[in-house]
């Protein structure tokens, strides 16, 4: 065996010193669902759903031992906001600081209406004297 | 010669080359003399040799395992095979500004072949060579790919393994900077056009361009959404993370722009949308890196962060502001003063364009606020998926019902025929969706349903016409597939149809499970009954795989693997995917027993329609390459200009 497969047995072991001896409990479509609507707390951009850290693991692991208990989506997700503050949550929550990135999509789409409104409204016609005037000007010879 | 010196001077040159050419391009503007400009496109085929000399310098260093150049210690390994050695120029940020500066001065190259009036011409070369001067100033200073190690080491760790996991990485990036340094070109133009205040021409000047990179974008963003569901682990192809959003910017832009430029093309109308939208889209892709590469938003895919950020965000501002700069100083003059009506080809072209730059904006805000929030109030927000998806979804519902009725408008007035098309396309869509609720899908699923329906039959109705068209012209009824525009279009909107289904679908119904399984135990799930046969683990030299055997009752044995690479700390998911037209049925192993090899969890996700999205990317770069490919050819044949 090569110098370096001595190394992927320390990692084995080092990684499952993070995680769990024992197999990790089986988890059903709901646990999945509730998962990636939160945060992994140590990666970059992945949900608990996705990650393989140590910390997703048990999240997961919470989620579907919380889903035994009976506890509902709202009670599972409240749970973790107390734990983590409420930046575990993927959806802002509509209030407070939140609200304003829910609010200004809708005041845009409005704006948005009101000036294709004003842009496809038929124009005012031009004042008849400049009418004439440019009327005049195109039967001139050049 | 090392590699080192040869890449330092290709970038040195590179610089030298498109500063001087600058400068004269700027002298030809403002002294009107046609010498000045003869030496500025004397520089361009110089600029692009010092640049491919210089990329070149880095693929040397590579391949020869030159670990004095830091680059090369950090991003490569002797372990390496010769595949991931020869992409691993854009593994990492200097070396892909490079690839990036490569392309430029590539594109120059070629634009500045194409026959211009001198005013023009001189501009348009000043802007790119502009682009230039900035690209390989970054180089030459913060970001040098050829930086050199006093104390070289004997080896390197080898690029980011989420890179060396699938051939794809190969494709992805540079089908992406095709396509980012493509919108370059109609920039140049506007910009050319807004100085010498001639505003028509230009869009139809560089429709091929404009053609090309979108068609780029498109499929390098599809190869990286593949790329994603084969790679990660994760079963699903699009995240909304902050780099995927960098690159969709630039892509809804760029879309808005190539359906602006259609209406300025035949009516001359919508001049001041089109300086805006090229300018944003352009502006957008350095947007794009500076997102990336500033580190300012923590992400998967930010593989590196510099002090480059500072640099791009300058970028980004200074080309906004020339861009946008100029469009306010020929405002007047760019306004249009026809009438519109919502119901023709334009007002559609206009509404849809407007529903994908008003998609770009939520898109910017949704990737910035966390951002905005933590500099101003300090507080840490998460802004993910699940808002994405809902601000989402009514803009792409919006895009595709104009996408069916808008090629059907004609110019100006709505015809009376018309409004029987568009009754029959309604009912179309109201049938779709209706029997796509009695089969008890949701809403939005019933929808997608409706609305491919309804493009579809707007498709055929399209066909019909011309086709009947040609017939009572007494042509031959096939000619209609000369019309390359038109049936491109078509195959294109076909494809984004089809797309729409595949997202509403993989979205609405995705099962997810994972269950640990001991040696011979069975498990049946999503419509598959599987059964651990074992756990084995495989010594592959530069990684270690953990695989585990399943025999299924359909697909016979698959056998999903996890990777371990020794310069990342937890092991990487290879998935074992099964596409079917139907469902995907997507296989991990995500733990296994360390000492007997006697269980094995294993995760099912079972996400329907999702070949199909494969199927539609392909369709858009084959609609695309259908556009430009023989007709371009033919005009420059004919001596007219395609750029």
């Known amino acids: 065996m090569r110098a370096w497969a001595l190394w992927f047995l320390f990692f084995l072991g080092a990684w499952a010193q993070g995680g769990l001896t024992s197999p990790p409990p089986d988890l059903s479509p709901e646990v999945f669902a509730i998962a990636r609507e939160l945060r992994c707390p140590v990666c970059q951009g992945e949900s608990a759903a996705e990650s393989n850290s140590g910390v997703a693991v048990e999240m997961r692991r919470l989620i579907a031992e919380m889903l035994g208990e009976g506890k509902t989506k709202d009670e599972i997700k409240a749970f973790f906001v107390e734990r983590y503050g409420e930046w575990i949550l993927y959806e802002p929550p509509k209030r407070g600081v939140t609200l304003w990135v829910w609010l200004l999509p809708v005041l845009g789409l409005i704006l948005l209406g009101l000036g294709l409104f004003a842009y496809f409204r038929p124009k005012k016609p031009l004042p008849p004297e400049l009418l004439e005037e440019a009327e005049r000007r195109l039967k001139e010879p050049q | ?643």
């Open chain 2, 1 to 643: 010669m090392t590699p080192a010196l040869l890449g330092n001077l290709g970038v040195s040159l590179a610089l030298a080359f498109s500063l001087l050419g600058l400068a004269l391009s700027l002298l030809a503007y403002h002294q009107g003399d046609g010498r000045f400009l003869r030496g500025a496109k004397a520089l361009v085929a110089p600029a692009f040799l010092a640049a491919l000399a210089a990329f070149l310098a880095l693929e040397w260093a590579l391949i020869t395992h030159d670990f004095s150049v830091a680059y090369v210690a950090r991003n490569h390994s002797v372990q390496d095979p010769l595949w991931v050695t020869l992409v691993t120029p854009w593994a990492a940020l200097e070396g892909s500004i490079l690839l990036w500066g490569l392309l430029q001065t590539l594109y120059t190259f070629l634009a500045s072949r194409k026959p211009l009036d001198p005013w023009r011409a001189s501009l348009v070369l000043a802007v790119l060579f502009g682009i230039q001067v900035f690209f390989f100033g970054v180089m030459a200073t913060i970001a040098s790919p050829f930086q050199t190690l006093p104390n070289p080491p004997a080896d390197g760790v080898g690029p980011n393994p989420l890179l060396q996991n699938h051939w794809m990485m190969a494709v992805h990036p540079v089908l992406m900077y095709l396509g980012f340094v493509g919108l370059s070109v109609p920039f140049a133009y506007a910009v050319a056009a807004m100085v010498v205040r001639r505003y028509q021409t230009w869009v139809g000047e560089t429709r091929w361009w404009t053609l090309i990179a979108w068609g780029f974008l498109t499929a390098g963003k599809v190869a990286g959404m593949w790329w994603s569901y084969e790679v990660l682990g994760w079963g699903g192809y699009w995240a909304w993370d902050p780099v995927e959003n960098a690159s969709f910017i630039p892509w809804l832009l760029a879309t808005a722009f190539l359906h602006t430029a259609i209406v300025q093309e035949t009516r001359g109308a919508f001049k001041a949308w089109n300086f805006a939208f090229v300018t944003l889209a352009f502006a957008a892709t350095v947007l794009g890196t500076f997102l990336t590469r500033s580190g300012v938003i923590q992400s998967v895919h930010a593989f590196a962060e510099g002090p480059v950020g500072p640099a791009f965000l300058g970028a980004f501002l200074f080309f906004t502001a020339l861009g946008l700069g100029l469009l306010s100083r020929v405002s007047r003059e760019v306004r249009d003063t026809v009438v519109f009506r919502p119901l023709s080809r334009e007002g559609a072209l206009l509404l849809g364009a407007f529903f994908f730059a008003g998609w770009a904006l939520v898109v910017v805000l949704g990737t910035f606020y966390p951002l905005l929030v933590e500099a101003f109030a300090g507080a840490k927000v998460s802004v993910g998926a699940p808002f994405f998806n809902q601000v989402s979804a009514p803009l792409g519902v919006g895009i595709l019902f104009l996408m069916g009725v808008g090629p059907l408008l004609p110019w100006r007035k709505p015809r009376a025929e018309v409004f029987r098309n568009l009754y029959l396309l309604l009912g179309v869509l109201l049938l779709g969706t209706l029997g796509g609720l009695l089969r008890g899908y949701t809403l939005g699923a019933s929808l997608a349903v409706g609305l491919f329906l309804y493009n579809t039959a707007a498709i055929l109705l399209l066909v019909r016409e011309g086709v009947l068209a040609r017939v009572k012209a007494g042509l031959s009824p096939w000619g209609f597939l000369a019309n390359r525009r038109r049936v491109g279009s078509l195959v294109v909107h076909f494809a984004v149809a089809l797309m729409g289904l595949g997202i509403a679908f993989s979205q609405t119904y995705r099962l997810e499970s994972e269950k640990t399984l001991y040696r011979g135990q069975a498990w049946e799930v999503g419509g598959v009954r599987m059964e651990l046969l074992g756990v084995r683990a495989l010594d592959e030299g530069r990684r270690f795989a953990v695989e585990a055997s399943l025999r299924t009752d359909r697909f016979g044995e698959v056998r999903p693997r996890l990777h371990f690479y020794p310069q990342m700390n937890s092991p990487l998911p290879a998935p074992k995917v099964v596409y079917t037209p139907g469902n995907d049925y997507y296989f991990l192993l995500m733990d296994f027993d360390r000492e007997k090899g006697e269980w094995a969890s294993i995760r099912l996700i079972v996400t329907p329609l999702v070949f199909w999205m494969w199927v539609a990317g392909g369709l858009m770069a084959l609609g695309t390459l259908y556009i430009l490919w023989p007709v371009a050819r033919r005009e420059e044949l004919k001596g007219v200009s395609p750029a």
